[in-house]
Nanobody, 123 residues
């Protein structure tokens, strides 16, 4: 069993930056692929970024490519999402996800999910 807790969300002005954190706990958490998803009001859940358990491979949604960077620190059991040049369209609840296999994680069907952290970008 893996528990995920997101933090770092908040209100930021357009063009600003935020760094989201996802703290993981549980057995062999360093061997899990990790990812970020978001859901805006009235819209379906959207993939944002993912990273393999080794940190050697990453994947990004077209909407955030060039503005966001996913990284992980396995020693701290934490995955990060650095978001720059934020836009009002980035406003959403951001969720952290984990799975031992990359494909289902990337597809949004990961085994474990956090409760989410709210990101609001003002115009």
């Amino acid at each position: 069993q893996v528990q995920l807790v997101e933090s770092g969300g908040g209100l930021v002005q357009a063009g600003g930056s935020l760094r989201l954190s996802c703290a993981a706990s549980g057995r062999t958490v360093s061997n899990y692929n990790m990812g970020w998803f978001r859901q805006a009001p009235g819209k379906e859940r959207e993939f944002v970024a993912a990273i393999t358990w080794t940190g050697g491979s990453t994947s990004y949604a077209d909407s955030v490519t060039g503005r966001c960077t996913i990284s992980r620190d396995n020693a701290k059991n934490t995955v990060y999402l650095q978001m720059n040049s934020l836009k009002p369209e980035d406003t959403a609840v951001y969720y952290c996800a984990a799975d031992r296999a990359f494909t289902p994680l990337r597809a949004g069907t990961g085994d474990y999910w956090g409760r989410g952290t709210q990101v609001t970008v003002s115009s």
